[in-house]
């Protein structure tokens, strides 16, 4: 059974800065200690490109291309192996792998999630 975590405040919440990203490219991470993918996110010209590494080997790296994600963009980079991953990609974590976060029609990099 999932318990809920710890209480917290809308105004921690809202020190987030969660945006919609493009994944513009997508390489393997053999180095990674746990499968992973090494993504370019695109978070439109105010932010530009970012890194992350994502655990979501369960995709088809041809089925990434292109596609829009919701990622936090304020969190301190974070070195996985010899790879420094600037960003969290968001997904729901099911017994099949993380199942990414979908975005309606209409939203572009950049745009704020709240």
């Keep these: ?15 987030l800065d969660i945006r919609i ?6 390489d393997s991470f053999p180095e990674a200690r746990k499968p992973a993918y090494k993504l370019k996110i695109y978070f439109g010209d105010d932010i530009g490109i970012l890194n992350s590494s994502a655990q ?4 088809k790296p041809e089925d990434l291309l292109g596609r829009l994600v919701v990622a936090v963009v304020n969190f301190p980079p974070k070195r996985v192996a010899n790879f420094i991953s600037q ?28």
């Design 21 to 26: 990203g493009r994944i513009i490219s997508v």
């Design 56 to 59: 979501i080997t369960n995709y």
């Design 87 to 114: 960003v969290l990609v968001l997904g729901s974590i099911t017994k099949d792998g993380v199942k990414l976060l979908s975005v309606d029609e209409g939203a572009v990099p950049g745009d704020y999630v709240a």
């Design 1 to 15: 059974m999932n318990r809920l975590k710890e209480r917290t405040d809308y105004e921690t919440f809202q020190k």
